[in-house]
């Protein structure tokens, strides 16, 4: 059974820093994905991780893929309060085109 | 404009009483999801379809049926709601986005259970 698993579960920053979070998933997987949500909202695709050593980066944020770690992190530079939210990974089981999700980061950004 | 649309947004319901979740997409993809996702919880995968092929998770309650009467819509039906099937409902397709498939969900219906 695919396991994915994030941390921090909760993380509190302050605006201007830099922080990581990490997903870890237990199967070989060469597909990953990251979402934000916002409270009472649904899920929105950040990235799309599709092969060891992928790098994607958009404004702030920035994640990448080590297969053979089995590991994904997603780099916050600079946080701003509107990061705040939670932050799922997400992993493509090999047979494909379901997903398992981590248990997600909920982020909040102090002014 | 949305893709996948849910109806309702918020629905409430007493202990035992049936609902019905309606999604529909607009992007014609062969493969609709509905996930569960409780509160401060991963979203959690109930069932798929692929065309009409029907794929129910190994450890999802019989309390939870599904249908899909073409391409475009897919229904949950929740036979008898429990205070535990409180959650919001997540219906998905695919999508193709920077140069691969990503699961793109509508809003959600939230159900509350009295």
């Known amino acids: 059974e695919l396991k994915v698993e994030q941390n921090p579960l909760f993380l509190s920053m302050q605006e201007g820093k830099n922080y990581t979070i990490y997903c870890n998933y237990s199967?070989?997987?060469?597909?990953l994905y990251w979402y934000r949500q916002d409270p009472g909202k649904s899920l929105e695709s950040l990235f799309v991780?599709?092969?060891?050593?992928a790098v994607k980066q958009e404004g702030r944020l920035m994640a990448s893929l080590d297969t053979k770690a089995r590991l994904s992190t997603l780099h916050i530079t600079a946080a701003v309060h509107d990061l705040s939210a939670t932050y799922f990974c997400?992993?493509?089981?090999?047979?494909?085109?379901?997903?398992?999700f981590g248990e997600g980061t909920q982020l909040t950004v102090n002014p | 404009d949305a893709m996948v649309i849910q109806n309702p947004r918020y629905q409430v319901t007493q202990f035992g009483k049936p609902v019905t979740l309606s999604c529909s997409q607009t992007?014609?993809?062969?493969?609709m999801y509905w996930y569960q996702q409780k509160s401060s919880q991963a979203p959690k995968l109930l069932f798929h379809?692929?065309?009409?092929?029907?794929?129910n998770e190994a450890d999802t309650p019989d309390n939870f049926q599904s249908r899909r009467p073409n391409t475009s819509f897919c229904f949950l039906d929740i036979r008898s709601p429990g205070l535990g099937d409180a959650a919001m409902y997540l219906c998905?397709?695919?999508?193709?986005?920077?140069?691969?498939?990503?699961?793109?969900f509508g809003a959600g219906s939230r159900l509350t259970v009295l």
């Open positions: 997400a992993v493509d089981i090999p047979s494909g085109s379901r997903l398992t």
């Open positions: 199967t070989t997987s060469d597909r």
């Open positions: 991780l599709l092969s060891n050593g």
């Open positions: 992007l014609n993809h062969n493969v």
């Open positions: 379809y692929y065309d009409k092929d029907f794929n």
């Open positions: 998905a397709t695919i999508r193709w986005q920077a140069g691969a498939n990503v699961l793109t």
